[in-house]
């Protein structure tokens, strides 16, 4: 051991430089729901483990492999949660959120946490934004979450993306085409992957939603649900495109889409780059669950919800070399010498930022001279220069960085008004 530590395996720093991407997510999230009228819910980092081996399904990755499970000291099984539906399911149910007004529409933005191999957009600590609605099984609300979904990309500027768009049909509906599928792949059995050739007794579904290069390649063969659905869920996949259709938002019909949750029931999508053939392409995906609540111990409530990972998005925003807002240089810096000049210096910098104006202060006991590169460094637009002498005469001297004019003694009672006036 170096006696250096660093960060565990499959988790990231978020540096400086890195933040004006996490702000334009964050702002565009906060647009989107406020337009389309979500309110904001945050549930706790680690839950019941029992919720998810329920919610998210035994035959899931995350279930069988990924979930960060743990026995706390009073002997409760937790895990941390590794995906933001169950948990805002359970809210729901908690809080008696099914007494409200339905639907119920919630987002949140949250840490996940998943044991995977770390690479490019898979990592185990990753952040989510999420939106739910609880309350409603009309083909109405599905179209709204994904244009939500579409416009939120569309308001960080991505561009080339794709909306996959399919039906799972219902439970009891695909059961028969459960059994093609199954009987599709039984001869195949040998070129699957090992997971795959566990999953195809249990659950053939899912070996349509497998990474595995080996599944990938006889996944084109496999025999499609999308023209076989019921009454009932053919009535419902055409009021998606409709709406879809109606608010000008883009799509392709994917005939093999899954999801790699159990609890999916007819819509499922995926946004995705256009031509891009990575494994980990998609930058956000979603589907209708109207078992879910019933299966941790609601009554029967329909619902829907997406999320997207934020890392992936961050990805694409970089790809696509996306120009973010400067979040702006500081408007002064105080440069200062002496005790007196010191005190002056701290009730400026609060007078300048109860004003609202950007203010960082020189370090004591640094020269004049080092504190004025630092200022320039910084990109201030005004240094605000306080020494002995001005703080007994009760000004400070105001220097344009930008210009080169010569600095200018002002009142330290006027330092604000001055400013406001300058950088009007």
Not at 65 to 76: A, I, L, T
Not at 107 to 122: D, E, K, V
Not at 164 to 171: A, E, K
Request: contains cysteine.
């Amino acid at each position: 051991m170096s006696g250096r530590f660093q960060t565990p395996r499959g988790t990231e720093d978020i540096l400086p430089e890195e933040q004006p991407y996490w702000r334009a997510i964050h702002d565009a999230a906060g647009e989107v729901t406020r337009l389309f009228g979500y309110e904001r819910l945050d549930t706790p980092t680690f839950e019941d483990a029992a919720l998810f081996e329920k919610g998210t399904g035994d035959t899931t990755d995350i279930v069988e492999k990924e979930m960060y499970s743990f026995q706390d000291q009073g002997g409760e099984a937790l895990s941390l949660i590794p995906e933001a539906t169950p948990a805002i399911c359970r809210a729901y149910l908690e809080h008696g959120l099914a007494s409200r007004p339905q639907p119920v529409r919630l987002f949140t933005i949250a840490r996940m946490f998943r044991y995977n191999r770390p690479q490019l957009g898979r990592l185990r600590q990753f952040n989510q934004f999420d939106c739910e609605v609880l309350g409603s099984g009309t083909a109405l609300v599905d179209a709204e979450l994904i244009e939500l979904h579409w416009r939120f990309y569309e308001r960080l500027g991505l561009e080339n993306l794709e909306i996959r768009l399919g039906s799972i049909d219902d439970l009891e509906a695909r059961r028969a085409y459960l059994d093609r599928l199954r009987d599709y792949y039984l001869p195949l059995r040998d070129q699957l992957s090992e997971d795959s050739q566990r999953r195809l007794d249990r659950n053939p579904l899912r070996l349509l939603d497998s990474n595995d290069p080996r599944d990938q390649e006889l996944r084109e063969g496999a025999p499609t649900m999308i023209d076989d659905l019921s009454p009932e869920a053919a009535e419902h996949f055409e009021g998606v495109k409709d709406g879809l259709t109606a608010a000008g938002v883009p799509f392709v019909v994917d005939p093999l889409l899954v999801r790699g949750l159990d609890y999916y029931n007819r819509t499922v999508w995926e946004i995705v780059p256009k031509g891009d053939g990575r494994q980990q392409s998609s930058i956000g995906a979603g589907g209708r669950y109207d078992g879910l609540i019933e299966t941790i111990g609601g009554k029967p409530t329909p619902a829907s919800g997406f999320a997207t990972g934020l890392e992936r998005v961050i990805i694409e925003m970089k790809r696509q070399e996306l120009p973010l807002r400067d979040a702006g240089a500081p408007d002064a810096f105080v440069v200062h010498a002496g005790a007196e000049g010191g005190r002056a210096a701290v009730r400026a910098g609060a007078e300048l930022r109860g004003a609202g104006f950007v203010t960082l202060l020189g370090e004591s006991g640094r020269s004049f001279k080092a504190q004025m590169r630092r200022a320039n460094g910084s990109g201030a637009r005004f240094a605000i220069i306080i020494g002995e002498d001005e703080a007994a005469r009760g000004v400070a001297a105001l220097k344009d960085l930008r210009e080169q004019g010569d600095q200018e003694d002002v009142p330290l009672g006027e330092i604000a008004a001055r400013l406001g006036q300058e950088l009007r």
